[in-house]
């Protein structure tokens, strides 16, 4: 576990997003799913935006995607990343779907330290996949590598 003291950690007994951290400690990628028209959604919520549907499942997808946009956090930063600054946070885009977005830290593999890649390599578009890191009991973090 690379996992830094005092970082901030998910709640993961919500019944809205449960099992994306159930999954997630399996090694699995889940997104919802409406029940009513099958539109995928990130992050969770409770309705369908397309069609206002409450029904929903929870749906692995490949875990696949390309970096849609990255930032290098610069202080004032919450004190557990104040130490490990400058590190990266990229948005990807997911293959099944484009609009489906999630945020996360690239790293050089799984369980690496989120400030090892040299931010001036990172590229828009680059492909990555997804990796899983269990950095307590409970939480296993989504964290990306260039595929
Ligand atoms: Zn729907």
Request: glycine share 8%; net charge negative; aromatic share 6%.
């Amino acid at each position: 576990m690379t996992m830094i003291e005092g970082t901030p950690l998910p709640s993961t007994d919500d019944p809205g997003d449960a099992p994306f951290w159930e999954a997630a400690r399996r090694g699995e990628l889940v997104v919802q799913t409406c029940g009513a028209c099958g539109q995928r959604r990130f992050p969770p919520r409770p309705m369908c935006p397309k069609c206002q549907s409450l029904e929903h499942t929870w749906q692995p997808v490949s875990g696949e995607g390309r970096i849609w946009s990255f930032v290098v956090p610069h202080p004032p930063l919450l004190p557990a990343f104040a130490q490990v600054a400058p590190y990266n946070v990229i948005v990807v885009e997911l293959a099944e779907d484009p609009s489906l977005r999630m945020v996360g830290n690239l790293v050089a593999a799984a369980g690496g330290p989120i400030n090892e890649i040299d931010p001036a390599t990172i590229a828009i578009g680059t492909p990555v996949r997804v990796v899983f890191e269990q950095v307590t009991d409970d939480v296993a973090l989504a964290r990306w590598v260039v595929a």
